[in-house]
Nanobody
Framework: QVRLVESGGGLVQAGGSLRLSCAASGSSFSLNRMAWYRQAPGKQRELVATITSGGSTKYADSVKGRFTISRDNAKNTVYLQMNSLKAEDTGVYYC?????????????WGQGTQVTVSS
């Protein structure tokens, strides 16, 4: 049973930074894709950033240049460095992972961590 546990959320002022972590456990196979999603109050969950086991990354336009996704394959951990935070970055941030390299969905999800940016 794959388990994803996020940490690092909190309250930060606009312009500040936070670093989220997501540790995966219980996987006997490589999690070839990992990602961060977020959901703001009253809105649908949206993709923030993705990373493959080879290090290829993609970002939502709204976070390009401010957020950086990275991963430590040896530790099965993915990170999201968030800089220059804005009030609109507020939401619950979810980690997702999947063994498939080519797929539009993710099989495994964390419980989420709250990020609140005060303006």
């Amino acid at each position: 049973q794959v388990r994803l546990v996020e940490s690092g959320g909190g309250l930060v002022q606009a312009g500040g930074s936070l670093r989220l972590s997501c540790a995966a456990s219980g996987s006997s196979f490589s999690l070839n894709r990992m990602a961060w999603y977020r959901q703001a109050p009253g809105k649908q969950r949206e993709l923030v950033a993705t990373i493959t086991s080879g290090g290829s990354t993609k970002y939502a336009d709204s976070v390009k240049g401010r957020f950086t996704i990275s991963r430590d394959n040896a530790k099965n951990t993915v990170y999201l460095q968030m800089n220059s935070l804005k009030a609109e970055d507020t939401g619950v941030y979810y980690c997702a992972a999947d063994r498939r390299l080519f797929s539009g969905s993710y099989d495994y999800w964390g419980q989420g961590t709250q990020v609140t940016v005060s303006s």
